[in-house]
T-cell receptor
Framework: GAVVSQHPSWVICKSGTSVKIECRSL??????MFWYRQFPKQSLMLMAT?????????EQGVEKDKFLINHASLTLSTLTVTSAHPEDSSFYIC???????????FGDGTRLSIL | SQKIEQNSEALNIQEGKTATLTCNYT??????LQWYRQDPGRGPVFLLL?????KEKRKERLKVTFDTTLKQSLFHITASQPADSATYLC???????????FGSGTRLSIRP
């Protein structure tokens, strides 16, 4: 299956800091990537669909100015959590897909802890 | 609104038995349904995809069924092993978009 690399795997920072998370598709060009958030003992919640060369599509209730997504190339999407606060502490995971009816391939996630 | 329910939050099974997990959906007519496995602190790993015109799909010890009348998918692991212990997620999807929405997940524990 596709290999997806996510970096960093763990971030601890102070409240008010902005944090950037990278998601790379290593073995195919991905026009679409997805960003999810997962709180402890809960399922993955889709935050947004990242579209190469255009604006991301955010799910209802997700603040686009808070969670900035940039998908400038076919192999890289970034998620920036701006002015992070303790309630933003979570497990953030990206995925890539080759299209509808196709499996998604996930990165290993980034655990974000805001003090 | 669309709703996806996995029947139990946790399931404990004796090694060697068949584990059966349930995924029910409402207000939705997915074109396909996927099952993923997630281990603690890791991203989900794709297991199987079944399309609406398929009743059943198998892969080694795994079997998935898809009943569009009952709006339900069943996921079976036969001859279960402790290494099968993980959280299993179902994710229906439609043919017009790549995005999928995950169910709440079932945490499966296989005891030796």
């Amino acid at each position: 299956g596709a290999v997806v690399s996510q970096h960093p795997s763990w971030v601890i920072c102070k409240s008010g800091t902005s944090v950037k998370i990278e998601c790379r598709s290593l073995d195919f060009q991905a026009t679409t990537m997805f960003w999810y958030r997962q709180f402890p003992k809960q399922s993955l919640m889709l935050m947004a669909t990242s579209n190469e060369g255009s604006k991301a599509t955010y799910e209802q209730g997700v603040e686009k100015d808070k969670f900035l997504i940039n998908h400038a190339s076919l192999t890289l999407s970034t998620l920036t959590v701006t002015s992070a606060h303790p309630e933003d502490s979570s497990f953030y995971i990206c995925s890539v897909s080759q299209g509808p009816n196709q499996p998604q391939h996930f990165g290993d996630g980034t655990r974000l802890s805001i003090l | 609104s669309q709703k996806i329910e996995q029947n139990s939050e946790a399931l404990n099974i004796q090694e060697g038995k068949t584990a059966t997990l349930t995924c029910n959906y409402t207000n939705y007519s997915p074109a396909y349904l996927q099952w993923y496995r997630q281990d603690p602190g890791r991203g989900p790993v794709f297991l199987l995809l079944i399309r609406e015109n398929e009743k059943e799909k198998r892969k080694e010890r795994l079997k998935v069924t898809f009943d569009t009348t009952l709006k339900q998918s069943l996921f079976h692991i036969t001859a279960s092993q402790p290494a099968d212990s993980a959280t299993y997620l179902c994710a229906p999807g439609d043919s017009s978009a790549s995005k999928i929405i995950f169910g709440s997940g079932t945490r499966l524990s296989i005891r030796p």
